[in-house]
Nanobody, 125 residues
Framework: QVQLVESGGGLVQAGDSLRLSCAAS????????VGWFRQAPGKGREFVAG?????????SIADVVKARFTTLTDSVGNTVYLQMNNLEPEDTAVYYC?????????????????WGQGTQVTVSS
């Protein structure tokens, strides 16, 4: 069973960049679909990005962040990153990584079996 730990959150200003990390133990992320979600206060959990290994990396990015966010992996399959550029106050949320078996990058949070504890991202204007 894979365990996930996110890191890299913090307080930044609008226009700054952050890179979040999702580190795995107990299994390689090469065998899972990894999704990034975020949850702002009073709102539901929102899909942000997903990635799977398929020879090369295949990614899916939500339209709301497509021009600014990307997700990528390390070379050994133990860590997935969410690169966030040109951050906006509306990006303020707790960010989670999650993993699921299968071949589809699902966008619904209840499709994922394994979750990290989340990392807070706060963007000031």
């Amino acid at each position: 069973q894979v365990q996930l730990v996110e890191s890299g959150g913090g307080l930044v200003q609008a226009g700054d960049s952050l890179r979040l990390s999702c580190a795995a133990s107990g299994g390689s992320l090469k065998y899972y679909i990894v999704g990034w979600f975020r949850q702002a206060p009073g709102k539901g959990r929102e899909f942000v990005a997903g990635i799977k290994w398929n020879g090369g990396d295949y990614t899916s990015i939500a339209d709301v962040v497509k021009a600014r966010f990307t997700t990528l992996t390390d070379s050994v399959g133990n860590t997935v990153y969410l690169q966030m550029n040109n951050l906006e106050p509306e990006d303020t949320a707790v960010y989670y990584c999650a993993a699921r078996s299968g071949s589809v990058i699902a966008t619904r949070s209840n499709s994922y079996n394994y979750w990290g504890q989340g990392t807070q991202v706060t963007v000031s204007s």
